[in-house]
C-alpha cells in the first residue's frame, strides 16, 4: 500500500499489484479517495508521457457506456509505449460514468477539487491498469486487459459489498 498526503492528487491511498511477463511490466492499481474524476492522461502527460490516444470505451468493450477510458502513451526519453485503462467506483463497488467532454464539465472539474472533500460528495475509487512496454499493444492484448479489469472490479465490487454489510449494525 502506498499512502500519500490527504491533498496529494493521485489520491491518498493507492494498492497496486504489479505483475511481469518478460519485458512487459503490468501494475493493477486502486486510488482513493478523489471527489472528482481524475484525469490519468493529464497526469501521465505531467509525468513525461506523450499522449498518442484517448477514448472512452462502449458497451460492445464489455463495459457500461462512459466508465472506462483508455489511453496510448509514448515517453521519447526511454523509447517506452504505455497503455492505460482506467474507470471509477462509487463506495457501494459500482462504476461512475466520467462527466462528458464538454468544455464546461472540464472546467468544472478544473477548478472544483482543491485537494479535499468536495463538499456533499461521496469518495471515488479509481481502478487503473498500466502496461509499460517496448511496443504498442495489439487488440487482442488490449481485449485481455479490458476482460482483466473487469474481474478486477468485479472483485472489488464483491469486498465493497461485504465490508458495507459487515459494517451495518
Request: net charge negative; proline share 5%; glycine share 8%.
Amino acid at each position: 500500500p502506498v499512502h500519500r498526503d490527504r491533498r496529494s492528487p493521485w489520491g491518498e491511498h493507492s494498492l497496486i499489484w504489479t505483475y511481469q511477463d518478460g519485458d512487459t511490466i503490468i501494475r493493477m492499481a486502486l486510488d482513493f479517495p478523489f471527489y472528482e474524476h481524475h484525469d490519468l492522461a493529464e497526469c501521465y502527460t505531467n509525468r513525461g508521457w506523450d499522449l498518442l490516444h484517448r477514448q472512452g470505451l462502449k458497451e460492445n468493450d464489455g463495459f457500461p457506456r462512459d466508465v472506462a477510458i483508455e489511453i496510448d502513451l509514448h515517453k521519447a526519453s526511454t523509447n517506452e509505449h504505455a497503455y492505460c485503462l482506467s474507470g471509477s467506483m462509487d463506495p457501494s463497488g459500482r462504476w461512475v460514468a466520467h462527466p462528458r467532454d464538454s468544455l464546461s464539465g472540464k472546467l468544472k472539474e478544473r477548478f472544483a477539487w482543491q485537494g479535499g472533500d468536495v463538499e456533499g460528495a461521496q469518495p471515488l475509487y479509481q481502478i487503473q491498469v498500466f502496461v509499460a512496454s517496448g511496443d504498442r499493444l495489439g487488440s487482442s492484448q488490449r481485449a485481455d486487459l479490458r476482460n482483466a479489469c473487469l474481474h478486477f472490479r468485479r472483485e472489488l465490487e464483491r469486498a465493497f459489498q461485504n465490508e458495507m454489510h459487515s459494517t451495518k449494525p
